[in-house]
């Protein structure tokens, strides 16, 4: 079947294209061009200036909508995927926080029999663990943390060829030749939950640690020694220009000022988005597949407060996080979630870009992502048809704040809030909603 999506705006490697169409046939990309013209049998679809953008690629999500992939079933695994991919992923890396050797073997198991069904959005495994620093655990679990032992990762990677990124400390005994001999076997070596300093981390990109997991979190910082400073695990990652990282940019995890510093600092190329999301992102659930773990202010944390433990964010929150409050421009935002992650994962031949051949991984965003709607003229701008609603004649448009639905705690305020907006209460001391002039 031939689709044509026409009357977009598209991002692609080269930059915007204004007005422009994407042709696709079979769930591929057949062109990518700035000519609006219908081509003779395609089934058209006009998105009416909307921003069209490559699907986001998710490389550490460990669950979603209810289901954590550590059930390890087929039924986890679908559910989870199934959820991120309402939110703006198309390709995702399952993630498993430390776990058995069984547990391993049962999702490897489960991964690849859905990886080798038709365009399964599941490129491949990720194992945030067990080789982790224990004084740096965090939500992960702490029985199952343990240093490398070739006798129990060998026969895994033998046998699994759906793993493709196993994470580890750098400074534990046995983690260099573990990162040399997965990093042989084309799996991606991530550092993770570790103390590392300079010369454990320069040591380990040397071995084959070329990312970092959660950059920032679960890993020290510029820090004091009785009267002498070290350089932490951050500045040292910073140091190497080659080092990758990811951000779970919901906001929380990573401020909005440091999700800033990261983007000036590695740049595009070398940073990417995550989620980093448990079971119950995207889910009515108030509970985490993790006993320990509460949902509080947006975010998922240990209920003694001692750690963040994953998020609740989707993709769609993430772009919206970099572009709205750390100010990233929208192109380099949505690279950082689909580009990037994809050559990370070695991906980009089929993923990440929306070029000729490529997978028609594809999502769409209204105009309003990038926040430049400040007054009707704005938002009749965004659509010319928005100039006929009888809201829009009338001046009764009201926006929300880029935080408005991440804040499950202020339920009672923004009811107030929409209550009065209803009746026409003063909206000078509204925090979620305005009024567009």
Same mark, same amino acid.
């Given at each position: 079947?031939?689709?044509?999506?026409?009357?977009?705006?598209?991002l692609?490697?080269?930059g915007?294209?204004?007005?422009?169409s994407?042709?696709?046939?079979?769930g591929?990309?057949?062109?990518?061009t700035n000519?609006d013209?219908?081509?003779i049998?395609?089934?058209?679809?006009?998105?009416?200036?909307?921003?069209v953008?490559?699907?986001g690629?998710?490389?550490?999500?460990?669950? @979603?909508?209810?289901?954590?992939?550590m059930?390890?079933?087929e039924?986890?695994?679908?559910?989870?995927?199934?959820?991120?991919?309402?939110? @703006?992923t198309?390709?995702?890396?399952?993630?498993?926080?430390?776990?058995?050797?069984?547990?391993?073997?049962?999702?490897?198991?489960? &991964?690849?029999?859905?990886?080798?069904?038709?365009?399964?959005?599941i490129?491949?495994?990720?194992l945030?663990? #067990?080789?982790?620093? !224990?004084a740096?655990?965090?939500?992960?679990?702490?029985?199952?943390i343990?240093?490398?032992d070739?006798?129990?990762?060998?026969?895994?990677?033998?046998?699994?060829s &759906?793993?493709?990124r196993?994470?580890?400390?750098?400074?534990?005994?046995?983690?260099?030749?573990?990162?040399?001999?997965?990093?042989a076997?084309?799996?991606?070596?991530s550092?993770?939950?570790?103390?590392?300093?300079?010369?454990?981390?320069?040591?380990?990109y040397?071995a084959?640690?070329?990312?970092a997991?959660?950059?920032y979190?679960?890993?020290p910082?510029? #820090?004091?020694?009785r009267?002498?400073?070290?350089?932490?695990?951050?500045?040292?990652?910073?140091?190497?220009?080659? !080092?990758?990282v990811?951000v779970?940019?919901?906001?929380? #995890?990573?401020?909005?000022?440091i999700?800033?510093?990261?983007?000036k600092?590695?740049?595009v190329?070398?940073? &990417?988005?995550?989620?980093?999301a448990?079971? &119950?992102?995207?889910?009515?659930?108030?509970e985490a597949?993790?006993?320990?773990?509460?949902?509080?202010?947006?975010v998922c944390k240990l209920?003694?407060?001692s750690?963040l433990?994953?998020?609740?964010?989707?993709?769609?929150?993430?772009i919206?996080?970099?572009?709205?409050k750390?100010?990233?421009?929208?192109?380099?935002?949505v690279?950082?979630?689909?580009?990037t992650?994809?050559k990370?994962?070695?991906?980009?031949?089929?993923?990440?870009?929306?070029?000729k @051949?490529?997978?028609?991984?594809i999502?769409?965003?209204?105009?309003?992502?990038?926040?430049?709607?400040?007054?009707?003229?704005?938002?009749?701008?965004k659509n010319?048809?928005?100039?006929?609603?009888?809201?829009?004649?009338?001046?009764?448009?009201?926006?929300?704040?880029?935080?408005?639905?991440?804040?499950?705690?202020?339920?009672?305020?923004?009811?107030?809030?929409?209550?009065?907006?209803?009746t026409?209460?003063?909206?000078s001391?509204?925090?979620?909603?305005?009024?567009?002039g």
């Open positions: 079947m031939l689709t044509q999506l026409i009357n977009a705006r598209i692609t490697p080269q915007w294209l204004k007005d422009g994407v042709l696709i046939r079979d591929k990309i057949l062109e990518v000519c013209l219908a081509v049998g395609a089934q058209l679809i006009d998105v009416k200036g909307m921003y953008l490559p699907g690629v998710e490389i550490h999500a460990h669950g @979603g909508g209810g289901r954590d992939f059930e390890c079933t039924d986890a695994f679908r559910a989870a995927v199934k959820t991120h991919m309402k939110y @703006g198309t390709s995702i890396f399952p993630t498993l926080s430390s776990s058995t050797v069984p547990m391993i073997e049962q999702a490897a198991e489960t &991964c690849t029999k859905l990886m080798e069904e038709k365009d399964s959005p490129l491949g495994l990720h945030e663990g #067990h080789y982790l620093n !224990m740096m655990a965090g939500g992960q679990i702490p029985e199952n343990k240093s490398p070739p006798n129990e990762y060998i026969p895994i990677v033998e046998t699994w &759906c793993i493709k196993w994470d580890a400390a750098p400074e534990l005994p046995g983690a260099m030749q573990f990162g040399k001999y997965i990093t076997k084309g799996i991606l070596a550092v993770a939950h570790t103390q590392a300093e300079f010369e454990d981390i320069r040591t380990a040397e084959g640690y070329t990312h997991t959660h950059f979190n679960a890993m910082g510029f #820090h004091k020694r009267e002498y400073k070290y350089e932490g695990t951050v500045e040292s990652i910073y140091l190497l220009d080659d !080092m990758t990811e779970v940019a919901d906001g929380i #995890h990573v401020p909005p000022t999700l800033r510093l990261v983007y600092i590695k740049g190329e070398r940073t &990417c988005l995550i989620t980093d448990l079971a &119950c992102a995207a889910s009515d659930s108030r597949f993790d006993p320990r773990v509460i949902i509080e202010d947006g209920a003694d407060h750690a433990a994953g998020s609740v964010a989707t993709m769609d929150r993430l919206r996080t970099m572009v709205q750390a100010e990233i421009p929208l192109a380099d935002a690279r950082m979630a689909s580009e992650p994809a990370i994962m070695g991906v980009y031949d089929r993923k990440g870009s929306l070029q @051949g490529k997978d028609a991984d999502i769409v965003y209204n105009g309003t992502i990038d926040e430049s709607v400040a007054t009707l003229n704005d938002f009749v701008g010319a048809l928005l100039s006929q609603f009888k809201a829009v004649k009338n001046g009764n448009v009201w926006v929300t704040s880029a935080d408005m639905y991440q804040q499950m705690t202020s339920t009672a305020d923004i009811i107030d809030e929409l209550h009065g907006a209803f026409g209460d003063d909206a001391d509204f925090h979620y909603l305005r009024k567009l």
